[in-house]
């Protein structure tokens, strides 16, 4: 997997995701992942390698929207 550009966006009924076990290594773009999942209150992507990633633009974007 090279992109994960809107894996998640506008899952608008999702609480919490656990990506920490993703193979993410060869990812070169994160654009919007979880963009406007406005419920999403936790996600954990401490396992997640972003060595390649050429491209994260609005990857929060309306998410999350407590820590704003």
């Not at 609480?15 to 994160?30: L, Q």
């Amino acid at each position: 997997v090279t992109t994960m550009k809107y894996m998640f966006q506008h899952y608008k009924k999702i609480k919490s995701i656990n990506a920490s076990n993703f193979k993410t290594s060869n990812v070169e773009n994160m654009e919007e992942l979880f963009s406007n999942c406005e419920n999403l209150i936790a996600i954990d992507v401490s396992g997640f390698d972003t060595s390649k990633v050429k491209s994260m633009g609005e990857c929060f974007i309306i998410a999350l929207p407590w820590i704003i």
